[in-house]
């Protein structure tokens, strides 16, 4: 399974061209992701990166999500 860390690695400062900026390393939600990045994600990369998952709020997005069944 691939890692939060590993999807991070592979994002992209809107800000920087070629580099990450001080904003994007303290909050790599800010980062962009590719759509298959985004396809790698599970609920614990989900909350990792972005702090949040929508099982949160009721709608289950992953099967290992603690709330039940996507």
């Keep these: 399974m691939i ?3 590993q999807i ?3 994002g992209v400062c809107p800000h920087l061209d ?3 900026c001080h904003d994007c390393r303290l909050d790599p ?5 590719s ?3 985004m396809a790698d ?3 614990d990369t ?3 990166i972005f702090n949040w998952c929508g099982c949160e709020d009721g709608d289950p997005q992953y ?3 603690p709330t039940g069944d996507k």
Aim: proline share 0%; hydrophobic share 30%.
């Design 18 to 20: 070629g580099e990450i």
């Design 35 to 37: 759509m298959g990045d």
């Design 3 to 5: 890692t939060a860390q």
């Design 46 to 48: 989900q909350v990792a």
């Design 63 to 65: 099967d290992d999500c």
């Design 29 to 33: 939600s800010q980062l962009s992701y």
């Design 8 to 10: 991070i690695d592979r």
């Design 41 to 43: 994600l599970c609920h």
